[in-house]
């Protein structure tokens, strides 16, 4: 492949035919193409299409779309500033980006002897791409085998159980069942069978009609076979990423809140220096790249950009826990005219852990990394991929919707390996789906990335003698028993003020997670630790309350406590001045 | 664990809780418990700062408080144990309720019988799938009247206003008073959702423009809201995409309709109505598990407050005929059923024989419209007939089975255009 093959490619096209397009091809097989094209959709569809070429190793993609500008943020006035503030800290290791991924190494590499510093520009960790996906776990049978996907997935979901309980978040192993209701959909699961085999997917099979109807009662209607996925688990994804860095924070991993990162200082023989962030510099020699949809940007600060991440959005609604899920596993059906996009990677129905039915999320390309709207075409995409499952489910029933971005790259891969430019800075980039199910793995590989690059420079990593890989787990005062719940309030009263009547979260349970390793500050950071304001009215009752208690417990004026982020007011003022 | 015995257990100590229990005593019943989650009685009446409360039942203008105090006054007087504090967490069907307070720990009553009355709660910007960004700012009136009224903060500066229900339109003028800017009120239907006087006293009055069959499409902003589109829609109620505009703001509150908080009812295992979308009930307010009544904007979303007191003085009467025995059959049951232009009716169920009393049955209109006739029938015979000069659909309409009147088939409940 070179760079005129690649422009014959695309110009013989006929998607691309009003494009203008420009395309160099480096010694290292990265090809970065630029130019202008109509819509979104073909700049998305170009890289897509360069990706596949053989030898083609990542794309960059620099294309345009006529008539959607996404202003890049000019932050040289705020490099400047955090210039000033001069070196706050030194590390051995720092790691930007609070999400599954960031979390998941921060912990992993806490059990050594190593000042680790972990950065997230969010007011909390777990903001972004983490909480915003379906919970899955994963099997690994839907990555394409040969892909690092594929391998990290069925590795990452055999792990879960030691994180689960190591870590006490909930954790529900249910497995699933995807079913065929005609021939053509049995080829599909064979091929799916297939892979899984090649992927080494523990217990999966294809079963007969008969005893997928045995293993899922509430099927109905007409059955051609299934396939049967044992290991698919589901977790809440935000709660395993607060496990993970509170036992990372336990054991003195740092974590610097409100922390964007603005530019990475190389010294004279290309090596990280310092990582220059709003709050100053911290010096260091090892980076690892955890940001999410904007991985891509950070390698660019340190002249290493040979990936382009696209955001695809996906939309997710979340139903009323009194409608059951009348499956004790995570049930697929297909509709009976399903198109699959076959770079989109959209979920359809399943469940939460606590119970609540969730469709979604949907898959739609979109230019802006903050486009985090639900729109109406994202719900109908998810009630299009699974809402055949679930016959009587009512849309009224919906009690929230939200959206999060995957952080995909062209060759819908994930990217985790050490700079071949930059000595000590690591990337763990274009992590979209499976990552969740894939972060142990991933974790590990980094760990021992950062060994290897230790011993290298002669100052290998030492194990620590004092880690503590357990996380208490949490009261949750609506799983107990009577007797306990009695108990417990007699002990401390604060479990006997119900705070969410919706979900039944006391205040004692809010009062924990403000005293644990990482304090949430906002009502939002509250809600994905205890479920405050998760139910039916969405906080239209306890929102009040909570930022009562955020305000009490923080010392704060009840106007500085945000629903979430850093500029998510709620209050804007007091009504009356004091004294009046 | 605590145990309490009880003649009757009152969940919810809102307005209809409150004049259930007091009926109740005075119905003779001797151990009579309110249950109450807030730190005081008087329910969402207690954020009810703006008075036109008690005109039917006090004969004066009250603030929501007032009309809760004068109950509630009683009700300390009345011998009636009130439990506040205190979140009940599951009711079952054989009358057991566990509740959990910080003072008590856990508490088991054993009712003879129960009232239900938890009330309703208001829907949110995802039950009618306002689509778009997910920033701060947007509020359900009700929320935003908990933060003004009871906590003394204003959660904007300029508020749009989506639905035309009562408490937006109470809200609309609140916001005004309290110095807020208030861009205008957006109703998706075609009339207003909310009373008349209120539509001339909070809008009119305060010059806040009313824009019907128009709706918020979108939601704008990242952290904070910085704006919402507006579109007109069209008879399917679908915004039209290009009559949107865009309008800043940094507050937009929900007025759009309440949801009967029937949790507790269904996991009793008592039915739930589909038109009412809560419990459904007999002409006592009794509802399908024998000795658990339910009263108030459970049953319904009444809008008056004096309807809601009402129903829990009937449900006491019928849960203390209830416990004079529990096991008396009940005569043959028939079915009210809604007619031309009726969107709901409560009760769902009465029963044969002679109404010893006039027998109130609540009714929804479909459309609105001028000069209409509520006419309940029986069998084909018409056993009242009354004329009301404007029906509208969020003003509760009540009909009557005259007394004396003999059910002896199914009620149908019509509205007529004259």
């Known amino acids: 492949m070179d760079r005129e093959s690649i422009l014959k490619l695309v110009g013989n096209d006929g998607r691309f035919a009003a494009c203008q397009v420009e395309c160099s091809l480096s010694p290292d097989g990265i090809a970065t193409v630029w130019g202008a094209a109509d819509t979104w959709r073909q700049v998305v569809d170009i890289g897509h299409l360069v990706a596949r070429q053989p030898d083609i190793v990542n794309v960059v993609n620099r294309l345009r779309a006529r008539g959607i500008e996404i202003a890049p943020q000019d932050k040289s006035g705020a490099i400047a500033a955090a210039r000033r503030l001069g070196v706050r800290a030194e590390a051995d290791i720092v790691i930007i980006g609070g999400g599954i991924c960031g979390c998941a190494i921060a912990r992993a590499l806490a059990r050594y002897q190593a000042r680790i510093i972990l950065l997230e520009k969010n007011s909390d960790i777990s903001e972004e791409t983490t909480k915003a996906n379906n919970g899955y776990i994963h099997a690994g049978h839907r990555a394409a085998p040969g892909t690092l996907k594929a391998k990290l997935n069925v590795e990452g979901n055999a792990m879960y159980d030691q994180w689960h309980e190591e870590l006490n978040f909930p954790f529900l192993r249910c497995g699933q069942l995807n079913v065929a209701r005609t021939e053509k959909d049995m080829r599909a699961l064979e091929k799916n069978h297939a892979d899984g085999i090649a992927n080494k997917v523990p217990g999966i099979r294809l079963v007969s009609a008969q005893e997928a109807k045995e293993l899922e009662p509430a099927l109905e209607g007409e059955i051609v076979g299934a396939l049967l996925v044992p290991s698919l688990a589901v977790v809440e994804p935000y709660s395993v990423c607060i496990a993970l860095a509170e036992n990372a924070v336990s054991n003195g991993v740092d974590l610097w809140l409100n922390c964007e990162v603005l530019a990475i200082d190389l010294d004279s023989s290309s090596r990280t220096e310092a990582v220059v962030t709003e709050k100053g510099l911290i010096k260091t020699g090892w980076v690892i790249n955890c940001a999410g949809i904007y991985a891509d940007e950070i390698a660019a600060m340190v002249d290493d950009q040979f990936f382009s991440l696209h955001p695809r959005r996906g939309g997710i609604a979340i139903f009323d826990k009194q409608v059951k899920p009348p499956y004790k596993r995570s049930v697929s059906v297909p509709a009976p005219a399903e198109q699959k996009d076959e770079e989109s990677k959209g979920g359809g129905f399943s469940f939460t852990p606590d119970g609540n039915i969730l469709a979604g999320p949907s898959a739609l390309e979109v230019p802006d990394k903050e486009d985090k709207r639900v729109e109406a075409q994202d719900i109908d995409y998810a009630y299009s991929r699974g809402a055949a499952a679930y016959p009587g489910l009512r849309r009224q029933d919906i009690i929230a919707m939200y959206s999060g971005v995957r952080a995909a790259d062209y060759k819908e891969d994930f990217i985790i390996a050490m700079s071949g430019k930059i000595d000590g800075f690591i990337n763990v980039a274009g992590i979209q789906s499976p990552g969740l199910a894939a972060a142990p793995a991933i974790a590990r590989m980094v760990e021992v990335i950062v060994k290897e690059s230790r011993a290298g420079q002669n100052n290998p990593l030492r194990l620590r003698t004092d880690f503590n890989p357990h996380r208490e787990k949490p009261v949750e005062f609506r799983h107990l028993s009577l007797e306990e719940q009695d108990r417990l309030i007699r002990r401390n009263p604060a479990y006997g003020r119900i705070v969410c009547r919706c979900e039944q979260i006391s205040e004692g349970e809010i009062l924990d997670t403000i005293r644990s390793p990482i304090t949430p500050t906002t009502v939002d950071a509250v809600k994905r630790r205890v479920r405050a304001g998760m139910g039916r009215c969405q906080g239209g009752f306890c929102q009040p309350k909570v930022v009562e208690i955020l305000a009490r417990e923080l010392g704060r004026e009840w106007t500085e406590i945000n629903l979430k982020g850093r500029h998510a007011y709620i209050l804007a003022r007091k009504s009356r001045e004091e004294g009046l | ?418």
């Open chain 2, 1 to 418: 664990m605590r145990e309490v015995h009880l003649d009757l257990a009152v969940i919810g100590g809102g307005p209809a809780g409150l004049a259930a229990a007091l009926e109740a005593r005075r119905q003779g019943l001797e151990k009579v418990a309110v249950i109450e989650r807030d730190i005081e009685l008087g329910g969402i009446l207690q954020q009810c700062v703006h008075d036109g409360f008690g005109l039917h039942r006090f004969g004066r203008r009250m603030s929501g408080g007032q009309y809760a105090q004068a109950f509630i006054d009683e009700v300390e007087a009345g011998g009636i144990m009130t439990e506040c504090r205190t979140m009940v967490l599951r009711v079952s069907g054989d009358k057991k309720i566990y509740a959990v307070s910080s003072h008590k720990g856990m508490t088991l009553y054993h009712c003879r019988a129960i009232i239900l009355a938890m009330g309703c709660r208001e829907r949110t910007r995802n039950q009618i799938f306002i689509y778009g960004a997910r920033p701060s700012g947007v509020l359900t009136a009700g929320t935003v009247q908990r933060y003004i009224n009871m906590e003394g903060y204003l959660p904007g500066k300029k508020a749009v206003i989506l639905g035309s229900g009562d408490i937006g339109l109470i809200m609309a003028r609140r916001m005004i008073l309290e110095g807020m800017e208030v861009e205008g009120v957006y109703e998706v239907m075609a009339h207003p959702g909310g009373l008349t006087r209120n539509i001339v006293q909070c809008l009119e009055d305060y010059d806040i423009p009313l824009h019907l069959s128009t709706t918020v499409s979108q939601i704008h902003g990242q952290e904070r809201l910085e704006g919402v589109s507006v579109a007109r829609v069209d008879q399917q109620r679908r915004p039209v995409k290009e009559s949107e505009r865009y309008i800043p703001c940094d507050l937009l509150v929900l007025a759009v309709g309440l949801i009967p908080e029937t949790e507790l009812a269904r996991g009793a295992g008592i039915k739930i109505n589909p038109l009412s979308n809560g419990p459904e009930v007999d002409q006592d307010f009794a509802t399908s598990v024998p000795g658990i009544f339910a009263a108030g904007n459970l049953v319904a979303v009444f809008d008056l407050v004096d309807y809601v007191s009402a129903t829990g003085e009937t449900a006491a009467k019928g849960a203390a005929r209830y416990l004079e025995n529990p096991k008396a059959a009940h005569p043959r049951a028939y079915r009210v059923n809604t007619g031309e232009n009726v969107s709901l009716a409560v009760p769902q169920i009465v029963y044969e024989g002679q109404a010893a009393q006039d027998l109130s049955l609540f009714l929804r209109v479909k459309q609105p419209g001028p000069k209409a006739a509520l006419i309940c029938a029986c069998a084909g015979r018409e056993l009242s007939r009354k004329k009301e000069r404007f029906v509208a659909p969020p003003e509760m309409l009540a009909a009557k089975v005259p007394a004396g009147t003999f059910i002896g088939a199914d009620l149908l409940l019509e509205i007529k255009g004259e």
